[in-house]
């Protein structure tokens, strides 16, 4: 069956790195964008950007350009999200969710990684 | 950006009753091909979004008929009838028209 399995939550010191793994299961890997959401504690879903899984190439949300970066590690039918430079305001969850198909929409997502950031 | 704006913002309904939200786009949804890309998904507590309805009223696979999905340009709506306790959660509206993709600020339904 089609999974989504992140990789499990963290905790930081700001300034530090994080890198998140989302691996994909049941499904041919290049035919899905992968996704990134963002869920801050207590709010809403903000849309972070999706990595083209054929080329590899990202697309970024203007909030999060610079300090995020999206790739792949193909082989294994993964995609990353590595937040360099963590600052507070980046405590949240993190979802993973792959979009395509005729009517192009999310229909699996992960569970969800939990990163705190805390001195 | 496009902002969609989402009413109400807490929603608490009588079990068997009928709940409306409401999604007002900040720009017109409708993609030069004629397909709308707007979806609602619903957030259960201490889990994922699952999706509910994509292009505005097709409800996904396994998503009872009681959610009906309505709506076209800028306005759409979310309908609930006979609402049942697995309902309760965060409904969001999505839209994928425009680039970027952006989420409403989501409705959350409270069982009476």
């Known amino acids: 069956q089609i999974q989504l399995v992140q990789s499990g939550p963290e905790l930081k010191k700001p300034g530090e790195s994080v890198k998140i793994s989302c691996k994909a299961s049941?499904?041919?890997?290049?035919?899905?964008?992968m996704y990134w959401v963002k869920q801050a504690p207590g709010q809403g879903l903000q849309y972070m950007g999706w990595?083209?899984?054929?080329?590899?190439?990202?697309t970024y949300a203007d909030d999060f350009k610079g300090r995020f970066v999206f790739f792949l590690e193909t082989s294994a039918s993964t995609a990353y999200l590595q937040i360099n430079n963590l600052k507070n305001e980046d405590m949240a969850t993190y979802f993973c969710?792959?979009?395509?198909?005729?009517?192009?929409?999310?229909?699996?997502w992960g569970p969800g990684t939990m990163v705190t950031v805390s001195s | 950006d496009v902002v969609l704006t989402q009413t109400p913002v807490s929603l608490s309904v009588t079990l068997g009753d009928q709940a409306s939200i409401s999604c007002r786009s900040s720009?017109?949804?409708?993609?030069?091909?004629?397909?709308?890309?707007l979806e609602w998904y619903l957030q259960k507590p201490g889990q994922s979004p699952q999706l509910l309805i994509y292009?505005?009223?097709n409800r996904f696979s396994g998503v009872p008929d009681r959610f009906i999905g309505s709506g076209s340009g800028t306005d759409f709506t979310l309908k609930i009838s006979r609402v049942e306790p697995e309902d309760l959660g965060v409904y969001y509206c999505?839209?994928?028209?425009?680039?970027?993709?952006?989420f409403g600020s989501g409705t959350k339904l409270e069982i009476k």
């Open positions: 292009g505005v009223s």
């Open positions: 999505f839209q994928a028209t425009h680039d970027p993709l952006t």
């Open positions: 720009q017109s949804l409708e993609y030069s091909d004629g397909y709308t890309y």
């Open positions: 990595i083209n899984t054929e080329t590899g190439k990202p």
């Open positions: 049941g499904y041919t890997f290049t035919n899905y964008g």
């Open positions: 969710a792959r979009r395509g198909g005729y009517y192009w929409y999310f229909d699996f």
